[in-house]
């Protein structure tokens, strides 16, 4: 089975914000599912962890699970995200086929 990794933005000014890209991307890592991959979804993985977990640790977990899928699906906005635009650099850095939703 072929690994889909969703990228795009988490961070946002409020709570409510963040929950908001958390929602975005489960909507995607979903249809992702359908379409018959194996979604890493980072959102997910670390949701609300904010304050418990380093972010550079986080980040470097994150660009393993890029260094290890199969495609990066790219979300909208995923421009303005600092961890997305590091994610897409590597994937391009390492060939991998993106996505852009």
């Known amino acids: 089975m072929k690994v889909a990794y969703i990228s795009g933005p988490y961070s946002a000014r409020t709570i409510s914000g963040v929950v908001k890209n958390i929602r975005a ?8 599912w359908h379409h018959g991959y194996a979604v890493l979804c980072a959102h997910m993985n670390t949701a609300l962890l904010d304050g418990e977990l380093d972010y550079e ?24 995200s600092v961890g997305a635009a590091r994610e897409h650099e590597l994937a391009e850095q390492l060939g991998k086929k993106i996505v852009y939703e």
């Open 25 to 32: 991307a489960e909507r995607v890592a979903v249809r992702w």
């Open 57 to 80: 640790q986080i980040m470097e977990g994150d660009l393993e699970f890029v260094r290890r899928a199969d495609v990066i699906v790219m979300l909208p906005g995923w421009r303005r």
